[in-house]
C-alpha cells in the first residue's frame, strides 16, 4: 500500500509497518484515518478481519482500522499520535520524522480497559509490558502525553483528566 506520504513495508518491529515516504515536521498531519468500516451487531467483523485492527472510540463506536493506518506500529517513544477535528481523525508527527522511519504509536494514549503484552519496540523508553489502559502508564509519561488526548478521551475521563493537569501543574 502506497500514499504519497506514506509507504507500508515490512517492519523490523513487528509485521508490516508504516514508514514516512517524505518528511515531516513536528505536528504535520500524516494521514487521515479512514472510519469507514464501522462494527456493530448488524455488521461484525468478517472472516479475516481481526480485532486487533479494531479502535474502540471513547463514543463508543468501533472502526475497523483500514489501509495503511491498520499497520502503525506502538512504540513506547511514538513518533505520531492520533488526532480528532472536526469529526475526522488524524496521524500526526510528534516530531520530525526522515523519509524511511516508521511512524509509530504509542497505543496506551487514549485508551483504557485491561489489556496488556510485551513490548518488543526496541526504543530506549521501552516499558518492557504495555498496559492499553492511559492512566496505567507511569505519572511523567501521563503528563507528557496530556497534550495528545483527544477531546472525546477527555469528556469520557474529565476527572481523571483534570485531577492529572492539576498534577501536572505542580511539577
Known sequence: MELASVVVKPSPTHGKGVFAAIDFKAGDII???DDSRLVTEENPLREGEHVYHCDWLPDG????AQEPERYTNHSCDPSAYAKETDGARYFVARRDISAG???TCDY?????GDVWWHCGCGSARCRKTVYNDFFRLPLEIQIEYLPYLTEAYRERFSEQVEELTRKAAYR
Open 31 to 33: 494521514l487521515e484515518r
Open 108 to 112: 496506551s494514549i487514549d485508551n483504557w
Open 61 to 64: 463506536r468501533i472502526v475497523y
Open 101 to 103: 522511519e516508521e511512524i
